[in-house]
């Protein structure tokens, strides 16, 4: 096995990430062998004897054994993987249900009525998170610098939007790089701590900046904490229309429909089946583009 916490960089493109979550299976195998094995000597000692008294002192060694012993399972499920797991409506399934030899030394989730949740059921947003969490949990690192690329991945919105903070809580005054494309991702952060590279007419790569003057200081013209999403994709990835043609399109005929209804009103005529059916119109284009109407 390879000893992660002495070396100086790891880089999990090459090394497979299973190789660290190894360490925190192989724990939890121990862990539950051991309470399989003392659950047993209860068994035998509920078979041989009648003596409550003796089965009583069997099950408070168990009792004894759970309250002294370290649980990994639990370690895992309240320090790191039940914060982000119960945004998807799941947590990580603490109690012992032993029904084969795959039972033993896995990490399982349930949802939240007790109803275990198979891995390949798992979403890919899940399973991403896990995969990623429980390595830095498990290493703790201590003033490092952490490469993350495209965070965001197969995460809906909302999620996105405590991701950072998340993985920043697994470490100690650490520095995070990531890599993104998403616009909720980018409004985590404050201007100066965001480099946009972009090409130039010949291809090379330049930062664009924010700022004039020098940086890290209270002079920059783009912020995206303030912007909404729209905005941060147009100005920060410089996508010149966030719009398709289809929703123009609609946005035009929303404007027609609009003037045609204040003629008629105007005309008294809102209450002609023509007038009924242009508002019917009206209101169900509205809803489709997110507009509010009167």
């Known amino acids: 096995m390879n000893d992660y916490t002495k070396k100086r960089t790891i880089d999990f493109s090459t090394e497979k990430a299973a190789d660290i979550w190894s360490i925190i299976l192989n724990k939890i195998q121990k862990y539950q062998e051991e309470e399989l094995k003392i659950r047993q000597q209860i068994s035998k000692v509920a078979e041989k004897s009648d003596n409550i008294q003796e089965i009583q002192r069997a099950v408070k060694e168990l009792e004894e054994w759970r309250q002294s012993a370290f649980n990994p399972v639990e370690d895992v499920a309240q320090n790191c993987l039940n914060d982000v797991l119960h945004?998807?409506?799941l947590r990580v399934k603490t109690a012992l249900d032993f029904?084969?030899?795959e039972d033993i030394g896995f990490l399982k989730i349930e949802d939240f009525e007790n109803n275990e949740v198979p891995n390949g059921l798992l979403s890919t947003g899940t399973k991403q998170v896990m995969l990623s969490a429980l390595p830095l949990y498990l290493l703790k690192p201590n003033k490092c610098q952490i490469l993350y690329d495209e965070p965001e991945r197969s995460l809906y919105p909302d999620l996105q939007r405590f991701i950072?903070?998340?993985?920043v809580s697994l470490t100690t005054d650490s520095q995070f790089f990531f890599s993104t494309h998403s616009p909720i991702i980018a409004s985590s952060f404050e201007p100066w701590e965001i480099v946009e590279l972009k090409f130039d007419e010949k291809?090379?790569?330049?930062?664009?900046?924010?700022?004039?003057?020098?940086n890290h200081v209270d002079n920059y013209f783009v912020d995206p904490r303030y912007l909404d999403y729209d905005l941060i994709l147009k100005k920060v990835f410089?996508?010149?229309?966030t719009s398709s043609d289809l929703r123009m399109e609609a946005l035009v005929e929303l404007s027609m429909l609009k003037n045609q209804l204040d003629t008629l009103k105007q005309e008294g005529k809102l209450q002609t089946e023509k007038a009924k059916a242009i508002l019917t119109r009206y209101k169900s284009l509205a809803q489709k583009l997110a507009w509010e109407t009167e």
């Open 87 to 89: 945004h998807f409506g």
């Open 99 to 101: 029904q084969k030899k």
């Open 164 to 167: 950072i903070d998340y993985y």
């Open 203 to 214: 291809w090379y790569v330049y930062r664009d900046k924010y700022y004039e003057g020098e």
């Open 238 to 241: 410089d996508l010149k229309d």
